[in-house]
């Protein structure tokens, strides 16, 4: 009999909404496959946020959805590394969590793409491409040529819609063409943890998950 995993997350619009419910998916699968016993990974739930200071939100929901398996929190970097984001919103909730009364879920990971849920996106230029549906190279779409300057970008989703832009300017202007908003989810389905495994602030995600089902004792 497989053991279940119900996870629940957060995201701070409407487009990594649609983007990080595959990944987190994709990532617990590929946990669970190291697992003692099998696991069945629900197609994690999102989990709207009240309007309330960052880790009133998360106290909120972890005593809401106590019956949570885990709770993955999103929260961009906005900065080149993810130690901002852990100190001034990620600590805190985590000390707000633990001095918290029973009846809330302590098993909390944390997202934090740098800079932005669009540098993922940037984790396969060929997936992206394909999507955008152009031939064009990546040098002429001024996307990164290489993974490792891809959390050097700034602006990663000006980067997409610039490259967007270019690979569209000399098409018919009554050819549909697709919008950046288009993207996010045809990516997070097909986008591989292999390419992802490039980017440090996935890698760093991806620890957190194993350490939450380490947490349920269902991974050594």
């Known amino acids: 009999m497989s053991n279940i995993l119900q996870i629940g ?45 960052f880790v009133d939100q998360i106290v909120s929901l972890a005593k809401k959805y106590a019956y949570f398996h885990v709770i993955c929190i999103h929260c961009d970097a906005d900065a080149p590394t993810l130690e901002n984001g852990m100190r001034n919103k990620f600590n805190p909730m985590f000390d707000a969590v633990r001095k918290a009364d029973e009846g809330i879920c302590k098993n909390l990971v944390p997202v934090i793409p740098v800079q932005m849920t669009e540098a993922w996106m940037l984790a396969d230029t060929e997936l992206l491409k394909n999507k955008i549906g152009t031939q064009k190279s990546e040098n002429e779409l001024g996307l990164p040529m290489k993974a ?22 000399d098409q018919p202007k009554r050819r549909r063409k697709r919008d950046i908003a288009d993207l996010y989810t045809p990516i997070s389905q097909e986008l591989s943890l292999e390419k992802l495994r490039f980017l440090a602030s996935f890698n760093a995600f991806e620890l957190k998950a194993r350490e939450a089902l380490q947490i349920l004792n269902y991974l050594d």
């Open 9 to 53: 997350y957060t995201a701070e619009g409407s487009t990594d909404e649609r983007f990080l419910g595959n990944i987190i998916r994709k990532t617990f699968e590929a946990i669970a496959s190291d697992c003692k016993s099998p696991i069945e990974v629900y197609q994690p739930e999102f989990l709207k946020k009240e309007e309330h200071s």
């Open 148 to 169: 490792n300057l891809i959390e050097n970008i700034n602006d990663p989703k000006a980067t997409i819609v610039n490259a967007l832009k270019i690979a569209y300017a």
